[in-house]
């Protein structure tokens, strides 16, 4: 099956972008503040999981020039991790700038730009990829071949333990670890009290990454899914009413 990995760098670390660009966390761009979405556990504004333009062969939003923003509360204090909503937004609807971030708002994902996007073969069948979704409908839980716990965009998904999702709507899955360029300049790089390597964001604090062994590779902690887990979405390109689903699923 066809895959597409992100090239990911720290945002705040590469020049700002004037317009939209395929984005893990942060703030999104072009969305109308008035419909950055709440959760309908805690009330609070939603952090921003990812958002993804249209594209024919990589993210099929059932329309030219739409957008896809997809939230999930991590608000720990309430024990909110799995509220999340989808919004497909027209380009005529785009504002053209970032959106202001909602008072309400707990604290937002670090921001991670998609500088690139690479095509790739999983290695896994389409008979295989159709028999991993029949495999969760019979007994609920599905492990690919794939080692590798990769953010991706279509592909197959490395493993799912739960009842949901089809094989005809799969998207994308996110690590709760993202691969990123190091791309950060070298004093912003600390250690904390347990020798853990943090990054000092200017921004947004401490955020804690790990230097791969591979140069000039880190990987930032991004997101709450348990232990180890990964995000799975799903999207019904319809073009009147495109709907998405969300899950996520730990080890
Ligand atoms: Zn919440």
Redesign the pocket.
């Given at each position: 099956m066809k895959s597409f990995v992100p090239t990911l760098v720290m945002s705040e670390c590469w020049p700002e972008s004037f317009s939209f660009v395929d984005q893990y966390g942060g703030r999104p761009w072009g969305l109308p503040e008035a419909l950055w979405p709440?959760?309908?556990?805690?009330?609070?504004a939603?952090p921003l999981l990812a958002q993804f333009a249209h594209h024919p062969k990589r993210i099929d939003l059932g329309r030219e020039g739409r957008r896809v923003y997809l939230f999930l509360?991590?608000?720990e204090r309430?024990h909110?991790y799995e509220?999340h909503a989808f919004v497909f937004l027209e380009a005529e609807q785009c504002t053209g700038r970032w959106t202001e971030r909602p008072t309400s708002a707990?604290a937002l994902l670090p921001s991670v730009t998609v500088v690139g996007w690479r095509e790739k073969e999983d290695g896994i069948s389409p008979e295989d990829y159709v028999r991993f979704f029949q495999r969760l409908e019979e007994g609920g839980k599905a492990w690919s071949s794939l080692s590798e716990m990769e953010t991706k965009l279509k592909g197959t998904p490395t493993f799912i333990q739960q009842p949901g999702g089809d094989a005809a709507t799969f998207a994308g899955q996110i690590d709760c670890f993202l691969k990123v360029i190091d791309n950060i300049p070298p004093e912003l790089w600390q250690k904390d009290q347990l020798g853990r390597s943090i990054y000092q964001s200017p921004t947004e604090g401490p955020l804690f990454m790990s230097r791969s062994k591979e140069e000039g590779i880190a990987y930032l902690d991004f997101v709450n899914f348990g232990d180890s887990g990964m995000g799975y979405f799903f999207i019904r390109p319809d073009r009147e009413r495109p709907e998405g689903s969300f899950f996520w699923d730990c080890c």
């Open positions: 709440s959760c309908s556990s805690c009330g609070r939603m509360c991590q608000n309430d909110c509220d707990s």
